[in-house]
Every structure is written in C-alpha cells, then in structure tokens.
C-alpha cells in the first residue's frame, strides 16, 4: 500500500491587520504609534496562546522585553499561516500601511524554509 501526503502550499504574500495592540503594555503601544511604511517585523508562533492555538505573534526586533511584542497577526490570516509555518515555513512580516493610527497593515511573506519531511 503506498501511503500519501497531503501537500500543503505555502502563500508567498499575505496581508493583514495587526490586532490585540490595545492589550499590550503602554510600551509596545508607542512602539506601534512610532512604526512606518517599510519597518520590518518578525513572525513568532504561540501554539499554546489559551484564545487562539493558531496565535502568531508579531515582535519588533529592534526592543526589548515588553516593548517587542507589539500584538498579533489577524487570526482569519493565522489559521492559514500556522499550519504552514509549524512544519518549517518561516514568515516576517513588513508594515505595508495603516487601517488607523495605530492599527498597521502587514505584509505577510515567507523568508526561508527549513528542510521539510519527504
């Protein structure tokens, strides 16, 4: 019996709405007020976030403790990513635009690939 893999394909560019800003500390909140077109961020997943198992966090990688995680990414946007990137699929993300004043626009896109299973 020959035993078959499902291929999952891996989106080359998404976009989407940072969220949960308005529950960070006062700290990653001005981080996100001073953020521009073109600042790039990275990409963390957080399996075990008790609201959402498909969590991805979004970190500044230019702070520190409180400060660098700034929210996350929209979960209509993570339930796709997450499968992807737990087998190895590595995400960053850029700040593309703003909905508001504090609420960035992402894009979403892979940055290297670890060595998948067969």
């Known amino acids: 019996m020959t035993e078959t ?21 006062a700290e990653a909140r001005q981080v996100v007020m001073e953020l521009s077109v073109g600042d790039l961020l990275d990409l963390e997943r957080e399996p075990d ?3 959402d198992a498909n969590a991805i966090r979004v970190l500044s990688p230019n ?16 339930a796709t990513l997450a499968v992807i990137m737990d087998v190895g699929v ?3 993300a850029t700040v ?6 504090t609420t960035p626009v992402l894009a979403i896109e892979p940055v290297e690939v670890d060595d998948l299973p067969a």
């Open 49 to 51: 976030n008790p609201y």
């Open 5 to 25: 893999r499902e291929t999952v394909e891996a989106p080359t560019s998404l976009t989407a709405p940072l969220r949960g800003t308005q529950f960070r500390p």
């Open 90 to 92: 590595k995400y960053s």
């Open 63 to 78: 702070h520190e403790g409180e400060a660098a995680f700034l929210g996350f990414v929209a979960k209509e946007i993570a």
């Open 96 to 101: 593309y635009g703003f909905q508001t004043p």
